[in-house]
């Protein structure tokens, strides 16, 4: 069985996409995907396509994102392959029958969980790391032993043509389709039966995807975003903490899912932070940032629009500077935005920063809360009660205590949103589990038969 042409681009017609599934469909039901030497394979041909095409990735994130080589190689390529190789090294140990221990009333009998894969699953990727957020579910979804489509995001249109090229030509053809398109190929896609779809973007797209996920009970994984808060307490280093807050906003051009969106700080304390801020993006970008290649674009002229309207009648204490014609938005911060203000209101999801003055930072966690669950929260401090405050009374997908998003690197911690941030998690082992079902496995021994759990009870009667 093969699927003759795996690339469904813009021209051919959506109705090829049932049969693109269907193709899929048929190739797990042979069980080909199941052993682990397919999936070994499979994980070192994206490997070497990694390696081998990373000029060309290089050169289509630049293309989409005006991104740098030295930031897309970590964030994107670096990144997906050490995944690979962490779970090359651990796949087996992955794939074993879990073992549990077995009560009284089950003995003699075995339990365990076994992982076993969903069978064809839906991957639907965002633009602002377009190649990184397609594999990493990928490697996850092999790795589960999976067939699976990858939908890359039309709005990093030179990432979506090379993923749709290099992946037939690496990757077993019969197994894992690339579906290029936006919203009718997806709509399309979406009224396929999945046995999983896991849609990394914004909220409202990822109703969408539940409810048509509905339609025929496939479970999803959602990985959406929303405002992530930075909290920076009064005792924080106040240098280190500008310095990390720069790194993790300003990379790629604050297009990041897991970016400070706001900072909450005490008034007494803003002048110093600010000043700090300015000091790190200065010596980061230098001071002609528009000329600096390190320093990335806004997508598309819908987002820079959206970004720099958020800026009218603002208090721009740093920045705000912009180029429409080169999507260039300089690093900006705003001091003490309206909460009602769009700014407040929506995930900024670009180089701006609101920074919220305090009277006293007792009344940040509080604010934090009123909003939804974040995707991250960030808190800098030195005062050990305040953080434990910080992680018993808020709730996030993940917090990082005195840095941006270093968890992203540690493929032992899950990474997913709570609420509104999403729903289901990946990275390492817990993106194994998430692709694989964990079916129960209980043997019993024809020994022992004990009678007592069989009617009639009336033996039993008199003991109740
Ligand atoms: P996007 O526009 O690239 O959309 C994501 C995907 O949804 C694309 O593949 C697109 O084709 C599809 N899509 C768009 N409209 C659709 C529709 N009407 N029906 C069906 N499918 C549709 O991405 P975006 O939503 O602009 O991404 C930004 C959001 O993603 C932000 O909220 C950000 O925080 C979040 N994000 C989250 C993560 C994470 O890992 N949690 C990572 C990156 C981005």
């Not at 962490?86 to 003995?107: E, G, N, Y």
């Not at 490697?139 to 067939?147: P, Y």
């Not at 240098?239 to 970016?259: E, F």
């Not at 939804?372 to 009660?385: E, H, I, Q, V």
Request: glycine share 6%.
């Amino acid at each position: 069985m093969s699927v003759a042409n795996n690339s469904v681009s813009e021209e051919k017609t959506i109705s090829a996409i049932a049969q693109v599934v269907s193709d899929l469909k048929n190739t797990f039901a042979t069980g080909v995907t199941k052993s682990v030497e397919w999936r070994a394979e499979q994980l070192t041909q994206l490997k070497r396509m990694t390696e081998e095409q990373q000029d060309k990735i290089l050169a289509a994130l630049g293309s989409d994102l005006g991104k740098c080589k030295a930031e897309a190689w970590t964030s994107e390529i670096g990144y997906t392959l050490s995944d690979i190789d962490h779970t090359l090294k651990h796949l087996k140990k992955w794939m074993k029958p879990r073992k549990v221990s077995t009560p009284i009333a089950a003995q003699p009998g075995k339990s365990y969980q076994l992982a076993e894969p969903l069978g064809t699953a839906l991957i639907i990727g965002a633009w602002n790391y377009p190649f990184q957020l397609v594999f990493a579910p990928l490697i996850a979804a092999i790795a589960a032993g999976n067939c699976a489509v990858l939908k890359p995001s039309e709005l990093a249109p030179a990432t979506s043509s090379l993923i749709a090229k290099m992946v037939p030509e690496y990757l077993d053809s019969n197994a894992i389709a690339v579906v290029e398109g936006a919203v009718d190929e997806t709509t399309e896609l979406l009224k396929q039966p999945f046995d999983h779809i896991f849609y990394t973007g914004g909220e409202t797209v990822g109703k969408i995807v539940m409810r048509a996920a509905a339609e025929h009970l496939t479970p999803v994984t959602l990985e959406l975003g929303g405002k992530s808060p930075c909290i920076v307490e009064n005792s924080a280093n106040i240098d280190v903490t500008a310095a990390r807050i720069v790194w993790s906003k300003w990379m790629n051009a604050g297009q990041t899912c897991v970016a400070p969106d706001y900072v909450l700080v005490e008034k007494s304390l803003s002048n110093k932070l600010i000043a700090a801020i300015q000091t790190k993006v200065e010596a980061f970008y230098g001071t002609d940032i528009a000329n600096n290649p390190d320093y990335g674009r806004i997508v598309n002229e819908r987002h820079f629009q959206r970004l720099t309207g958020y800026l009218q009648g603002q208090n721009v204490v740093f920045g705000g500077q912009q180029d429409a014609q080169t999507k260039f938005l300089a690093p900006t911060i705003v001091l003490d935005p309206d909460p009602q203000s769009r700014l407040m209101q929506e995930e900024i999801f670009g180089p701006i920063l609101p920074v919220i003055t305090l009277d006293s930072i007792d009344q940040a966690i509080p604010l934090v809360n009123q909003r939804a669950k974040p995707l991250a929260l960030y808190a800098y401090t030195n005062d050990k009660t305040y953080e434990q405050k910080v992680l018993n009374q808020t709730s996030a997908g993940s917090t990082c205590i005195n840095d941006g998003f270093m968890f992203m690197v540690n493929p032992e911690l899950p990474f997913g949103g709570v609420g509104n941030s999403g729903m289901g998690n990946y990275h390492g082992k817990f993106g194994f589990d998430t692709f694989s079902h964990l079916k129960t496995v209980m043997k019993r021994s024809f020994k022992f038969d004990v009678s007592l759990r069989y009617p009639p009870f009336s033996n039993i009667k008199s003991a109740i």
